[in-house]
Nanobody
Framework: QVQLVESGGGSVQPGGSLRLSCAAS????????MGWYRQALGKQRELVAR???????NYADSVKGRFTISRDNAKNTVSLQMNSLKPEDTAVYYC??????????????WGQGTQVIVSS
């Protein structure tokens, strides 16, 4: 059984910063990639940032230069440092992991989501 737990969401004024964290636990053999997605009201879920086990990253154009994703492979955690936040960053942020279990089955897992609100 695999579980992803997010933390760090909250409310902040425009220009502020937040750091989201996600911890994966359970019967994990290896993690291919972890990332963050978000879904704003009335919009579909979109990729925010993703990082592979080898350290390769990709970001949505809307967050490049403001957000930084990092990963601690030893702890099976991923973090998202969000700076210069804008109202349009308001959304529920979901942690994602593509991993192989100890049964050698590859699956995609999702966290429950954490709310980020950016407003003045």
């Amino acid at each position: 059984q695999v579980q992803l737990v997010e933390s760090g969401g909250g409310s902040v004024q425009p220009g502020g910063s937040l750091r989201l964290s996600c911890a994966a636990s359970g019967s994990i053999f290896s993690i291919n990639a972890m990332g963050w997605y978000r879904q704003a009201l009335g919009k579909q879920r979109e990729l925010v940032a993703r990082i592979t086990g080898g350290g390769s990253t990709n970001y949505a154009d809307s967050v490049k230069g403001r957000f930084t994703i990092s990963r601690d492979n030893a702890k099976n955690t991923v973090s998202l440092q969000m700076n210069s936040l804008k109202p349009e960053d308001t959304a529920v942020y979901y942690c994602n992991a593509d991993l192989r279990s100890t049964l050698f089955r590859e699956s995609t897992y999702w966290g429950q989501g954490t709310q980020v609100i950016v407003s003045s």
